[in-house]
Nanobody, 119 residues
Framework: QVQLVESGGGLVQAGGSLRLSCVASGSINSINVMGWYRQAPGKQRELVASLTRGGSTNYADSVKGRFTISRDNAKNTIDLQMNSLKPEDTAVYYC?????????????WGQGTQVTVSS
């Protein structure tokens, strides 16, 4: 089992920055894929950014060049630095980790943190 707790959401003006953090605990050595997702009202949950244990990253086109995903092994956190925020970035942001070495893959979600960007 893996437990995830997100923090860092809030209200920010367009053009501002926020840093989200996801603290992982439990069987974290089994994790090989980490990511941040978001869900805006009336929309499906979508991938924002992902990071593999090997260091490969993937970003949604809408956030490329503005968001950066990273991992702090000492603190067991997965962070999302969000710069140049836009009103369309408003959503609940979720941390997700996976163990894709197992079949079926195991995945764990955090409870979500609200990000609101005002124009």
């Amino acid at each position: 089992q893996v437990q995830l707790v997100e923090s860092g959401g809030g209200l920010v003006q367009a053009g501002g920055s926020l840093r989200l953090s996801c603290v992982a605990s439990g069987s974290i050595n089994s994790i090989n894929v980490m990511g941040w997702y978001r869900q805006a009202p009336g929309k499906q949950r979508e991938l924002v950014a992902s990071l593999t244990r090997g260091g490969s990253t993937n970003y949604a086109d809408s956030v490329k060049g503005r968001f950066t995903i990273s991992r702090d092994n000492a603190k067991n956190t997965i962070d999302l630095q969000m710069n140049s925020l836009k009103p369309e970035d408003t959503a609940v942001y979720y941390c997700k980790v996976q163990n894709t070495w197992r079949f079926p893959p195991q995945e764990y979600w955090g409870q979500g943190t609200q990000v609101t960007v005002s124009s």
